[in-house]
């Protein structure tokens, strides 16, 4: 498994890298991108710096993979910056199935993606060579064979904090993990046991949201302040996140041991 994280982590430093190295000590390849905690500034810039970089990465080779590694397939988890069409179907204001968006993604087609073409999801299975666009899960149009290589279970205006995702009408963290194991289902139903636990084993997970949290949820709405300073409402973030990947690595854990046991039986 490599897991690539993009967390906006604004305060409680402390418990982030507490609960961080606990957590990922056991994971064989991890990228982790953590922010200064006491500063706003350099968290967004460097957000919107690492985003830059993987859009424009293929000439400076940022997804660089660890040495005889392969990635079979890429799951995303996340926000409107991932989603791919997640929203389509749904009756919500963050949807983004109309012009103009989508005007320079390929025949003009407004697919459900925040933006005029591709989104980094895109961009990263693209680099890593498995395939040109990343599928949104409740793709009513999602063909069988696309599951062997990844799809994307991100919903614009999702956070860690359920309460954003439900102001948004967006699919919560908790909700994209039933989608996640509702994959799983049907992954084992197409490939059987041992090509799923092979695909679940050494694939790449992407999770990135948390912008939400703050500037609608915390911010715009104000309906934490009530409950929260903002110290404590970060920790609050910090703690759901820790859960969200804590439930993702023991996914992990139960498959990349299954996988092994199929190399190597005793």
Sequence with gaps: MIFLHID?????????????????????????MNFPAHSYLFSTTFLRFTIFLVVFGKTI???????????????VFGDSIMDTGNNNNMTTPS???????????QGGIATGRFSNGKVPSDFIVEELGIKEYLPAYLDP????????????FASGGAGYDPMTSKLEVA??????????????????ALVGDDRTNFILANSLFFVA????DISNTYYLSHMR?????????????????????????????????NSQFLLHPS
Excluded: W
Aim: hydrophobic residues 40%; glycine residues 4%.
């Design 61 to 75: 080779a940022v997804l660089k993979l660890p040495p005889n590694v392969s990635v079979p397939a890429v799951f």
């Design 225 to 257: 302040q009530v409950e929260y300073d903002f110290p404590t409402y970060s920790d609050f973030l910090v703690n759901s996140a820790y859960n969200f990947y804590k439930v993702i690595l023991l996914f992990h854990q139960k498959y990349f041991i």
């Design 141 to 152: 149009n999602l063909q069988p064979c696309e599951l062997l290589t990844g799809v994307n």
């Design 95 to 105: 949807r983004c199935n109309y012009p103009p968006y989508g005007k320079d993604f």
């Design 209 to 212: 949201l948390g912008s939400n």
């Design 8 to 32: 906006i982590a604004l305060e409680g430093e402390n418990a982030l890298n507490k609960n961080y190295t606990q957590l990922y000590s056991s994971v064989p390849f991890l990228y982790i």
């Design 171 to 188: 699919i919560s963290m908790s909700g994209q993990l039933e989608l996640f194991k509702d994959y799983i289902v049907k992954l084992k």
